[in-house]
């Protein structure tokens, strides 16, 4: 059975996130990655299955070594969606922030 597994699903995963921060400097191989980790290997091997199936790793032959690399592309998706969130919560706070400086100021006169 082929799922179609969610972005966001997978990157609300703290482990998921770290493997994604770990691999944006350099490609890395599967025993690299769970190197850093306390987790056994089966379950590093699972995220990331589940990140190469959301298209946020990408998988590079190299002789007998699989590497993982940060589908760049990808992230710019999930990036693009998030920003008019970001400018409207930006937006939100920065108007709290006239309002607080408002107030203060009358209490302080």
């Known amino acids: 059975m082929n799922l179609r597994r969610?972005?966001?699903?997978?990157?609300?995963?703290?482990t998921r996130r770290a493997?994604?921060?770990l691999v944006t400097t350099q490609s890395m191989t599967a025993?690299?990655?769970?190197?850093?980790?306390?987790?056994?290997r089966p379950t590093i091997s699972k995220h990331l299955q589940?990140?190469?199936e959301c298209e946020l790793l990408q998988q590079e032959?190299?002789?007998?070594?699989?590497h993982y690399h940060l589908n760049l592309e990808k992230m710019?998706?999930?990036?693009?969606?998030?920003?008019?969130?970001?400018?409207?919560?930006?937006?939100?706070?920065?108007k709290l922030e006239n309002v607080m400086k408002a107030y203060q100021q009358k209490n302080d006169a």
């Open 61 to 66: 032959q190299k002789g007998r070594e699989i």
């Open 31 to 40: 025993g690299a990655i769970a190197s850093n980790f306390d987790t056994a």
């Open 76 to 94: 710019k998706e999930i990036a693009n969606f998030i920003e008019p969130f970001r400018q409207m919560w930006d937006d939100r706070f920065n």
């Open 19 to 21: 493997i994604l921060l």
């Open 6 to 14: 969610d972005v966001f699903q997978a990157i609300a995963d703290p």
């Open 50 to 52: 589940i990140l190469t």
